[in-house]
C-alpha cells in the first residue's frame, strides 16, 4: 500500500495545482472572486464557481484513485455534491473524463459556455503533477493494507473562504498564520471500513511560500497501522506543560476566533501571553499541531466533518497523539488513559454517519474535538474545560 501513498501525494499536487491555476489565470480568477448582482444573479455557476473549483478537484482525486485502485471508487467520498445547475436550468454531472478534450466539453456545459475557462480548468486537471518525493522512507514502506478493506474522505480545498479571500499573510519562523492563502489546505484522509480507524493522511498546502515565480506547495505525509507509524515531520519535542501561575511557559492552544467565550477563559490561565492563538481552516489549526507549532486545538462546536479530520487525524496518530470528541470526554465519568500514546477513549473515528441528521450533519463531528500529540496536556486541557460550558 506504498504504492496508494504516492498516488494520494501525487494527487495532492495535482489539486493544489489546480487550486493555484484557478487563482493565476484571469479568466478562471474572475470567475472565482466574482458576485454578479441584478438580472445576472441568478447565474449559479458564478457564484458557486469556488464550489465548481472544489468538486473539480475532488472528482480528480476519485477518478485518478479510482482507476489505480477500482475497488476503492465506491467508498471515496468528499465535501461536495458533484451535481450543478447551469444558466439554462439543465443538471450536469460534473466528473472527469477521458481526455482534456472531454472535460473541457463537460465543463463549459457547467459555465454556460465559457470555452475560454472551461478549457484552462480541463488543462489543469489532466495535467501530470511534478512532485519529487524527497521525503526519505515511502519506498521501504510496507503497509499491511487491502484496498478492499479502505475508504477515503477529500477536502478538496479545506479554509475555503481563504482562498477565495487570497490574502497573503507574512508567515514568520516557528509561528502560525491566523488568516490568508496558507491555511487553505487539501486533504486526503485514508481509514479503515471496519473500524473507522484512520490509517494513511495527505496534506498539501498550496501556497506555503512565494519566490519570484509564484507560489509554491508543500505536502505531508503520515501513516499509522498497527506497528507501522510513518510521517514525513518529526514529532516535535515534547514540553513541559506548566501553568503561568507556576512559572512555566505555558501550553500553546489554538481555536477559531468565534470560539465560546467560556472555552476561551478556562484555557487562558494554561496559556502564557500570546499563547492563545486563533487560526482559520480546521485543517490548518490541527496542521499547527502535527507541526508544533501549536500544543493543542480545541473546538468545542460540531462544526467540523469527516473530511477536514481524517486526513490530518492520520498524521497525528502517526507521531503519537490523536484527535478525540470533546464532548465525550467531558461527559466521562472515569479517569482515561493514553495506550500507546493515544487516548484510550473518544478517538473520532470514520466509518459511521449519525442517522438522525441530515445533509452534511451525517457527517459531522457532533461533539468538537481536541488535537493533540501530548496525553499529558491533552488531560490537562480536559480537565480545565470539565464544568466550564
Not at 473549483?53 to 468528499?78: K, L, N, S, Y
Not at 486563533?278 to 499541531?289: M, P
Request: net charge negative; glycine share 10%; hydrophobic share 40%.
Amino acid at each position: 500500500m506504498a504504492d496508494l501513498l504516492k498516488l494520494l501525494l501525487r494527487v495532492a499536487e495535482k489539486a493544489a495545482n489546480v487550486a493555484r491555476v484557478c487563482r493565476k489565470e484571469a479568466p478562471l480568477f474572475q470567475l472565482l472572486v466574482q458576485e454578479k448582482t441584478g438580472v445576472d444573479k441568478n447565474k449559479k455557476f458564478v457564484q458557486d464557481f469556488k464550489t465548481l473549483a472544489d468538486v473539480v478537484i475532488q472528482e480528480m482525486i476519485r477518478h485518478d484513485v479510482g482507476a489505480q485502485f477500482p475497488e476503492m471508487i465506491d467508498h471515496i467520498q468528499g465535501e461536495e455534491s458533484n451535481k450543478f445547475e447551469n444558466g439554462l436550468g439543465e443538471s450536469v454531472i460534473v466528473t472527469v473524463c477521458g481526455t482534456e478534450k472531454e472535460t473541457a466539453a463537460l465543463l463549459a456545459t457547467v459555465l454556460d459556455g465559457d470555452q475560454t475557462a472551461a478549457t484552462l480548468l480541463a488543462r489543469a486537471i489532466h495535467q501530470d503533477a511534478k512532485l519529487t518525493l524527497t521525503d526519505t522512507g515511502t519506498d521501504d514502506l510496507h503497509i499491511p493494507l487491502s484496498p478492499s478493506d479502505l475508504g477515503i474522505w477529500i477536502d478538496p480545498i479545506d479554509a475555503t473562504s481563504q482562498y477565495i479571500e487570497g490574502r497573503e499573510e507574512a508567515a514568520e519562523e516557528g509561528r502560525l498564520c491566523p488568516s490568508g492563502l496558507q491555511c487553505a489546505l487539501v486533504l486526503i484522509g485514508v481509514y479503515l471500513r471496519a473500524t473507522g480507524e484512520p490509517v494513511m493522511g495527505v496534506i498539501n498546502q498550496p501556497f506555503n511560500h512565494k519566490d519570484p515565480t509564484g507560489w509554491k506547495g508543500k505536502h505531508f505525509w503520515g501513516v499509522s497501522c498497527g506497528s507501522v507509524k510513518a510521517c514525513s515531520v518529526l514529532r516535535p519535542k515534547d514540553r513541559p506543560a506548566e501553568t503561568t501561575a507556576a512559572g512555566g511557559p505555558g501550553l500553546s492552544v489554538v481555536m477559531s476566533s468565534s470560539e465560546k467565550q467560556a472555552v476561551k477563559e478556562a484555557l487562558a490561565p494554561l496559556c502564557g501571553p500570546d499563547r492563545l492563538m486563533y487560526a482559520s481552516g480546521a485543517g490548518y489549526k490541527i496542521l499547527c499541531v502535527i507541526l508544533g507549532l501549536a500544543d493543542v486545538y480545541v473546538l468545542s462546536e460540531g462544526s467540523t466533518f469527516k473530511w477536514d479530520s481524517c486526513g490530518p487525524h492520520a498524521l497525528l496518530r502517526a507521531l503519537g497523539g490523536g484527535m478525540v470528541d470533546l464532548k465525550e470526554c467531558l461527559h466521562s465519568s472515569g479517569s482515561s488513559h493514553c495506550q500507546g500514546g493515544h487516548q484510550d477513549q473518544g478517538e473520532l473515528t470514520y466509518h459511521q454517519p449519525h442517522i438522525e441528521s441530515t445533509g452534511a450533519d451525517h457527517w459531522a463531528n457532533q461533539g468538537g474535538l481536541v488535537a493533540y500529540l501530548n496525553c499529558q496536556i491533552l488531560h490537562r486541557v480536559i480537565g480545565e474545560l470539565k464544568g466550564k460550558f
